[in-house]
């Protein structure tokens, strides 16, 4: 690699995206690519489009998406999307907005700000990625087929994709001095990673990787439970119905709660198809509450409130890594919530996520040919290995003398740019 050659590190996330650089030989850790945010940093992964020819990104999103009394469309992890065969995008004022597009262009924008910062064009970029997008290879396949896509789009003329756990570990090996076998696990938004691999003082090798695996639940999922297991029923999750010349009852179809139950789907109920449908719910629902119920699911389309109820989610969410139980409230007119929850039934609801997530550790450490006791450091990354069941039961496997800990949101970031480092080997 000629050392006056800029590469471009996107830890490109779920919820937040970072970007760094190898610049002219140097590192050139987080750059300021979000200068409205508390942390400059660190940039909301958001697209707010008032009008199909306008775009904001980030902290101005948001900004914008509140000036403009929530007109247009938000979007949030829309990242999560990618392994779906069946999402191909969206339409806004009858503009087609493809998902690699809508990836594109929030990856071109990261572009443009590094640029500015860095004084250079850049057309060679690091990019991080899941282990896994999804458990399906095909479906996985066709995830990286559309970032490769989105990052073409973008103006990159050569990217190298970099499983994030992978990253996490070459951050971790920076100044270690003797040979250690360790274990990253990785937990953003969408997906939890792990990477095995032994460190050396050494120039890093791909054989020094022993395993990557993951699976594609995490923080959005754990949102998620709190929706499907309680919140939704106020928004017509048990309506009863029965259509027009028709005797059967039936209960509003899975795929429709599916969509409300994840804050980076339910945005598509608004979509024509879907929304007709509800409507059509609506008008042969039994009882009065179901029709109330299926009015506040309207009043939070039209009024775009899913990103504020979400983010209330996460709120309550994070309280209980610190508190037995912990008040939900929503006082937006006409969609008024008050609950309360408790850690213990947040991790009864979570039971099945956290299966998932340890199921791809254990298939991380068949993959190496080892066991647990033969793992000699634990470093977790990622504001879900916060959450205190995840902690309990790495604690458990491993013992807290072998936990490590980092930067929630720079580890990964920080490994993308030593891997800029070994951009010929791993080509």
Known sequence: MATNETILAIDFGTSHSLVGALHQGRRVDDLAIDPSSQDPTLMRTLLYFPNADQCFYGTEALRKYTELEMEGRLFRSFKSHLPNKHYLGTVFDNRILSLENMIGLFLLELKKRAEVILKTKVAKAVIGRPARYSMDAAADEFAIHRMKKAAEYAGFTDVIFIPEPLAAALEFRRGINQEKTILIGDFGGGTSDFTIMKIT?????????????????????????????????????????????????????????????????????????????????????????????????FVMLEDQQIFAFFEEIEKTKKSLSSRATSAFKFDYPDLETSEVFSSVEFEDWAFKVKNEIFSALDRCLAQAGLVESQIEHVFLTGGTAHVPFIQREFTRRFC????????????????????AKSWDELK
């Open 201 to 297: 003082p050494d120039n890093f090798q791909k054989k020094d990787v022993l395993a990557v695996e993951g699976c594609p639940l995490a923080g959005d999922a754990l949102d998620s439970v709190f929706m499907s297991s309680r919140l939704n029923r106020g928004f017509g999750a048990q309506t009863k119905y029965r259509l027009p010349m028709s005797d059967n009852i039936m209960t509003m179809p899975v795929s429709i709660m599916d969509r409300l139950n994840k804050p980076s789907q339910i945005v598509h109920l608004k979509e024509r198809e879907t929304y007709e449908f509800i409507k059509l719910v609506r008008k042969c629902s039994l009882r009065k509450e179901d029709k109330e119920a299926i009015d506040r699911l």
């Open 400 to 419: 807290a003398s072998k936990m490590q800990t980092k930067k929630i949101f720079h580890s990964i970031l920080s490994g993308l740019i030593e891997s």
